[in-house]
């Protein structure tokens, strides 16, 4: 992969039974939206498609890493590069680390323009997400 020109790593420690697997973090990244998330999503899609670029489609399409602990999710557009790995960490103690580490490489200017956009949501959406997954599993 090339230089990141971004990247982050957002976790949280899930204490409970049954260790949470990175297909399970994946199932509920890829469902189980909140009507303003899938608002956020629609906005996204129709400014991307203004600019010609594709839209942001499924996590599920893109996977092309499949671990015990890891999931690895691409997508190499015209704009830019977005790596991110889903993880979960061995339990140990009771205690185990889910998270989502996101990488990005900008293609140009629109990559850049684009992530600048997206990027004040982004945190906050995979805060959300990995709670929302923590929440699942335990049910």
């Known amino acids: 992969m090339e230089k990141m020109d971004y990247s982050d790593d957002y976790a949280v420690v899930y204490r409970g039974g049954e260790p949470m697997r990175p297909e399970e973090l994946l199932a509920s990244l890829a469902s189980d939206h909140p009507a303003w998330v899938r608002a956020l999503f629609r906005i996204r899609d129709r400014l991307a498609a203004k600019r010609g670029l594709k839209p942001g489609g499924r996590f599920a399409d893109r996977v092309v890493e499949r671990t015990d602990d890891r999931i690895v999710v691409e997508k190499d557009d015209s704009h830019l590069f977005l790596r991110i790995v889903l993880y979960c960490t061995a339990q140990e103690e009771g205690r185990q680390r889910v998270g989502i580490a996101t990488s990005v490489v900008f293609r140009n200017r629109?990559?850049?323009?684009?992530?600048?956009?997206?990027?004040?949501?982004?945190?906050?959406?995979?805060?959300?997400?990995?709670?929302?997954?923590?929440?699942?599993?335990?049910?």
């Open 110 to 139: 629109t990559g850049r323009l684009y992530f600048r956009l997206v990027k004040p949501f982004h945190g906050l959406l995979c805060r959300k997400a990995l709670k929302r997954a923590v929440r699942r599993h335990e049910r």
